[in-house]
């Protein structure tokens, strides 16, 4: 059996200043498990390790790494280590759908 994965084009953080590294190096040790995790993330860019060998390493999805890395690219340190939407996806349920789900 052969698998094929699509590889995307490797992405990297850019060059950290000194005052973002200290920062992503005190996010290790923060009690929030997204910091830790976008910290790991982040650090683990800097020195080298592609997307696909920091999922592998933290166990999470490549695409997690991705979004954490464009995040910060794109946007800078504080923001790529908020939570994303404070407005989280909401299922609206119609009327007749709670009828459907009786048994």
């Given at each position: 059996m052969v698998i094929l994965y699509s590889m995307k084009r490797p992405i990297f953080v850019r060059p950290l200043s000194d005052a973002e590294r200290e920062s992503l190096e005190a996010g290790l040790r923060s009690p929030d498990a997204f910091t830790l995790r976008r910290c790991q993330?982040?650090?683990?860019?800097?020195?080298?390790?592609?997307?696909?060998?920091?999922?592998?390493?933290l166990g999470c999805n490549?695409?997690?790494?991705?979004?954490?890395?464009?995040?910060?690219?794109?946007?800078?340190?504080?923001?790529?280590?908020?939570?994303?939407?404070?407005?989280?996806h909401t299922v609206?349920?119609?009327?007749?759908?709670?009828?459907r789900l009786r048994p």
């Open positions: 993330i982040l650090l683990a860019s800097n020195r080298g390790e592609n997307a696909y060998q920091i999922a592998n390493q490549p695409q997690t790494a991705r979004n954490a890395i464009h995040a910060f690219n794109e946007k800078g340190l504080p923001e790529a280590l908020q939570p994303g939407s404070k407005h989280p609206h349920i119609g009327p007749s759908l709670p009828n």
